[in-house]
Each structure stands twice: as C-alpha cells, then as structure tokens.
T-cell receptor, first 113, second 107 residues
Framework: KAGVTQTPRYLIKTRGQQVTLSCSPISGHRSVSWYQQTPGQGLQFLFE???????NKGNFPGRFSGRQFSNSRSEMNVSTLELGDSALYLCASSPDTYGNTIYFGEGSWLTVV | GIQVEQSPPDLILQEGANSTLRCNFSDSVNNLQWFHQNPWGQLINLFYIPSGTKQNGRLSATTVATERYSLLYISSSQTTDSGVYFCAVAGNTPLVFGKGTRLSVIA
C-alpha cells in the first residue's frame, strides 16, 4: 500500500509569489491534515479536510488556504509569500474519525528568498 | 487547547545505553502517537498508544491516560536511533505536537 505522497519535495520561491503544494493520501483515507514545521515554532496545525470539507483550521493568516478533491487528494496554497513562510510543510492522512493512527508524508521543503 | 510537554529536550547517549523519553499532556486524549523524525524530515510512526503498553523490537511505550503521561523506552540504543522524537496527542481535535526530544547516540 503506497504511503502519503507529497509534491514537490523541494522548492524555492521569491517573496510575493504564491505556491501550491500537493498531497495524495493513503488509499482509502478520507482525512487529510497539513502541518507547518519551523525551527522556532515547531509543528503547527494548518488545516484538516474530510470528504472535501474543511473540518478544522489552525491559527494562520488567510494567505494559507487549502482544498480537498473528491478522490481525497489535497492541495494547499500560500499566496503573497513572506520570508517567514520558509518551512517544512507536512501532510498527513487518516481513515476518517479522530482516534485513528495518522500517517505523514515526506514533506515539502519551501524556501522563500 | 491541549498542552504537550516533552522531556528532556536533548539527550546524548553512548551506543548500547538505554533511555526514557517522557510526554506530559494537559487533558484527556483519544489519540497519542510517538514519531521519529528522520534527517530528511519525514515523521515515522513509532506507536499509536492512547493507553496501555506496546513493544516493537528495542522500542516500547507506555501511556497512563489517567495520569496524563506517556513514556517511550529505547533499549540498547544505536546510532541510527539519533534524531528527534515527537509525542503528539489529540482529543476530538487535530494532533498537537510537543517540541520533541533530540537524541544523539554516539558510537
């Protein structure tokens, strides 16, 4: 069974640009969550999608958005990039309800210059 | 929201030594997971353990839900055990992560 797949793995963007990151969950998993990891703030929850609906959202500005498609694949978008958005973005999937094991992808390393 | 504290923040061990990592959390949970983050950034599942005890090779974990803590035991440590270990917990909420324990195993 394939794991959680994230693309691209590495990318460099310029301040002011926007970026889209993609996540394909484990087959059969309907919940997809996104986390941001930085040295200063650690791992912080961005948002969670379940059956194409945003179920939870973390404390991030509106420049951060996401969506989930009918095949459970998810994308997150960051607009008007700032230097502080440089981070490892991690996607996770789980079968459905809370109380299940959550599996993470390898992450997307974003550098904003 | 739920608070998660991990200790110690850093740990240096000689190869072959044993260690115990601790995770304290502030509220009742229905999900507790231990992860090892590899040098490439991926979070590798070690245990899903909201309560009870589990073992997997040289690693074992115990969660005492009523006292709101979990312990990760690493026995006969190897250099490949180096990295950051995270505890993450959730009620009916997204996972909340601790700040991690950075483990360095020296040959």
């Amino acid at each position: 069974k394939a794991g959680v797949t994230q693309t691209p793995r590495y990318l460099i963007k310029t301040r002011g640009q926007q970026v889209t990151l993609s996540c394909s969950p484990i087959s059969g998993h309907r919940s997809v969550s996104w986390y941001q990891q930085t040295p200063g703030q650690g791992l912080q929850f961005l948002f969670e999608y379940f059956s194409e609906t945003q179920r939870n959202k973390g404390n991030f500005p509106g420049r951060f958005s996401g969506r989930q498609f009918s095949n459970s694949r998810s994308e997150m978008n960051v607009s008007t990039l700032e230097l502080g958005d440089s981070a490892l973005y991690l996607c996770a999937s789980s079968p459905d309800t809370y109380g299940n094991t959550i599996y993470f992808g390898e992450g997307s390393w974003l550098t904003v210059v | 929201g739920i608070q998660v504290e991990q200790s110690p923040p850093d740990l240096i061990l000689q190869e072959g030594a044993n260690s115990t990592l601790r995770c304290n959390f502030s509220d009742s949970v229905n999900n507790l997971q231990w992860f090892h983050q590899n040098p490439w950034g991926q979070l590798i599942n070690l245990f899903y353990i909201p309560s009870g005890t589990k073992q997997n090779g040289r690693l074992s974990a115990t969660t005492v839900a009523t006292e709101r803590y979990s312990l990760l035991y690493i026995s006969s440590s190897q250099t490949t055990d180096s990295g950051v270990y995270f505890c993450a917990v959730a009620g009916n909420t997204p996972l909340v992560f601790g700040k991690g324990t950075r483990l360095s195993v020296i040959a």
